[in-house]
DNA sequence: CATCTCCGAAGAACGGTGTTCGTTGCTTAC
DNA sequence: GTAAGCAACGAACACCGTTCTTCGGAGATG
């Protein structure tokens, strides 16, 4: 055939658009997809990974995007797996349960907060994706080797998702609001000074008993909040253990 | 200036658009706007709350808007102050705090729930309006009246409000998802069946845990989940109750 | 009563968004 | 050598939040 005969290289006729001179693209995939959504989740947070961003982070059009994953949600999700597979998880020790569950959990929100505003993509949703499975399965082989009833740690492992979720979407929804430009955390200490600015001046008369601990109201650390509220559930649940033979 | 000189009606020349013939619209308000804000949302899900929704609803551009709004945010905020003035509030009883504490928690859900996904505005946010506050307040006033310490229902009244927002996003998402002409429940029991079928062909080998307990990770009505983890939370808190003098 | 000044209402536009359509050109299988 | 399949892509569609600018009517002022 003439037309695939190696031709040299001849210029472009007139009137004619050059089409491609030289796409010597690296194939898209999935994975670098998903990789790339990652890159600018981390640096501009969830709001930021657009089809169009990720697409011309890649050198394309969000067009090309379209033939790896269905559309923007599966996009977010396959984001989240990915994130999921950095959650290092336990060996069960039945005698550690309990704290092996706290540990377990504190690992979770450190993984999620250190991916910006990624929890939000978890927010009801359900776990399917393979990496997300095995934290899932990590979490009930805890509790049933702690001896927790099925139902309940049916139960348990769904409200514990919801507050790991709602925890590091807390943490995280404020140092996101912060301009691009400015510090966040400086950003995120000026608000706080205007939040304690705002409920002092309330009118005591409504509002008695919010006035009368504004200090407590404040005095919110994400830490110490995540850890109240996690001994809550965990304590909690420990509580439904049907046989409670401990070694003493 | 003759261009201000009250001409009588003339009719319009040729070519020329009417302007406007009878424009007696009824004057826009911050309130009137809210309030077609919010029958968008319960109709359509807060998706579809966009200014220029409202603002079709309203008969005008969404321009208009922004003499009484700043934007989008202050929309939300006004429109989730708006629903919290329909949740009842109680008349602290001390020696029943918890479970006024539980009833009213279960009032929130109710309120939050009956709007679809309004709590997805509350994520996250310090309560600042009035309605807002008048449910905090009522929180604490139950947790003080009880004996909780400043410093534990400072922390309480935020886990509370993490676990209601939560759970009550978690029951109106797959809600929110069906498409617009079908029936949102039968929406909601297929996609179920869908994720039992997906659970059940799981490898058992990978999640021994999991696909040994489909049927309880399934059974997750909302009202239970929610009932169970609201027990867990109260519960924890009346824990730190310091003078636990109890009458008998 | 005439005039001026303000200010809410609104049209048009800007720069973004997710997604789809139709085409192109390369690679592979026959 | 030819045909088929398919990834890549440019363009377009229908939206979004917000801003600029103008317009017109109502109240204030003389």
Redesign the pocket.
């Known amino acids: 055939?003439a037309?695939?005969r190696p031709e040299p290289e001849l210029p472009t006729p007139p009137g004619r658009k050059p089409?491609?001179t030289a796409?010597p693209?690296q194939?898209?995939?999935q994975e670098f997809i998903v990789d790339t959504a990652i890159r600018v989740l981390d640096a501009e947070g969830l709001e930021?990974?657009?089809?169009?961003?990720v697409?011309q982070e890649?050198?394309?059009?969000?067009?090309?995007?379209?033939?790896?994953v269905s559309?923007?949600?599966e996009?977010r999700e396959l984001m989240l797996d990915r994130v999921a597979a950095e959650i290092r998880l336990p060996v069960p020790d039945p005698e550690r349960w309990q704290e092996q569950l706290h540990e377990l959990a504190s690992e979770i929100r450190r993984v999620f907060t250190s991916h910006r505003d990624i929890a939000m993509v978890s927010m009801g949703m359900v776990p399917t994706g393979p990496h997300l499975l095995d934290v899932a399965e990590a979490q009930l082989a805890l509790m049933r080797a702690g001896g927790v009833p099925k139902e309940i740690a049916g139960i348990a492992v769904d409200t514990l998702g919801m507050f790991l979720d709602a925890g590091a979407i807390e943490d995280t929804i404020h140092l996101t609001k912060a301009p691009p430009g400015a510090d966040p955390w400086e950003y995120f200490q000026k608000y706080i000074g205007e939040v304690r600015a705002y409920f002092n001046a309330l009118p005591p008369d409504r509002y008695p008993v919010v006035s009368g601990m504004v200090d407590e109201l404040i005095a919110m650390d994400g830490e110490q909040r995540f850890e109240f509220g996690l001994g809550l559930l965990v304590r909690g649940i420990a509580s439904y253990v049907e046989d409670e033979e401990r070694p003493g």
């Open positions: 055939m037309t695939t089409r491609r796409p693209r194939p898209l995939t930021a990974v657009t089809m169009r961003r697409a890649l050198g394309t059009g969000p067009a090309s995007l379209y033939a790896h559309g923007k949600e996009l």
